[in-house]
């Protein structure tokens, strides 16, 4: 990962549960800098406390401010911060934010002199950071000054095909294996909470499977664990049109969705899609 050495800020887009921390720690990791990674949801802070949460405030500064408190800017010197929810942070808090990117330096609450300062800054957002701008919630030269380096997660119902790979390194991290048809239950599952979903389901399954004795995850063991949102249809010609085609090609392929997908001139993973979608389930058609 090429931006892992720089000390440009990072902005990561995605939406909850694609590992917008997960990224951040890996920046911090091979950025090979000395000092901690430090971590700030900007959502869970009430607004009035995010400017003395990250640059500290002096004592008697307020009412309650009994100590000197450090901040994180300053607990992160060395370091990374990592700032999630960066679009849940009060304006007043983003003037000052972008003054510490552009100087280096940090003011604590209540205190007349600044402190150098060296952390850089990782930030992260589930929300269109464009339409954020256009409402006037966020600055847009305090997004120009975070995004010089941007990376966007994408859903994992855009990247299917990692959906066997996540589930087997879950499971191997807790000394258990995936079935095969497992798997292919775990590929027609639309995934709204994304990785951190899955690597739940992977989780409760594994248990469930220790229970009857067994150290391999099966699709009885992940089936109960999916929630489905509801599906949502398209015309119903459209769609019918396209599920009987589907249907037709699931059919001659004997369920094979390899095979399927390739008569109907179409990927394996956006064929999973079209199956998700449509809620058609290839498995019936095994057993014809």
């Not at 094979?256 to 990927?267: H, R, T």
Request: hydrophobic share 45%; proline share 6%; with cysteine.
């Amino acid at each position: 990962m090429t931006i892992g050495p720089t000390r440009s800020p990072v902005l990561a887009l995605g939406e909850t549960g694609t590992g917008k921390e997960v990224i951040a720690r890996l920046v911090h990791e091979l950025s090979q800098r000395p000092g901690p990674f430090v971590a700030l949801n900007c959502a869970a802070v009430p607004a009035e406390l995010v400017d003395a949460e990250l640059f500290g405030h002096a004592r008697g500064a307020f009412s309650g401010a009994t100590r000197e408190r450090t901040g994180l800017f300053r607990t992160a010197h060395g370091g990374t911060l990592f700032l999630d929810e960066i679009g849940e942070m009060p304006a007043p808090v983003q003037a000052k934010l972008l003054r510490t990117l552009e100087t280096g330096e940090v003011r604590p609450v209540g205190d007349d002199q600044s402190l150098l300062v060296d952390t850089r800054v990782v930030a992260a957002t589930n929300r269109d950071v464009d339409e954020l701008i256009e409402s006037g919630a966020f600055r847009g030269d305090l997004l120009h000054r975070l995004a010089g380096l941007r990376v966007r997660l994408p859903p994992l119902r855009e990247r299917r095909e990692d959906v066997p790979l996540l589930s087997l390194a879950f499971a191997h991290a807790a000394a258990a294996e995936v079935s095969s048809a497992a798997l292919e239950a775990l590929m027609l599952h639309p995934w709204p909470g994304n990785v951190r979903e899955l690597r739940n389901v992977i989780a409760a399954a594994v248990e469930v499977a220790r229970r009857k004795g067994r150290s391999e995850i099966t699709e009885q063991d992940v089936v109960p664990l999916l929630v489905l949102p509801s599906v949502r249809r398209g015309p119903a010609t459209r769609a019918d049109q396209e599920q009987q085609r589907i249907s037709d090609a699931l059919e001659r392929a004997s369920g094979d969705v390899a095979n399927a997908a390739a008569l109907l001139g179409m990927g394996r993973s956006a064929l999973y899609e079209a199956l998700r979608r449509l809620n058609l389930d290839p498995r019936p058609y095994r057993r014809r």
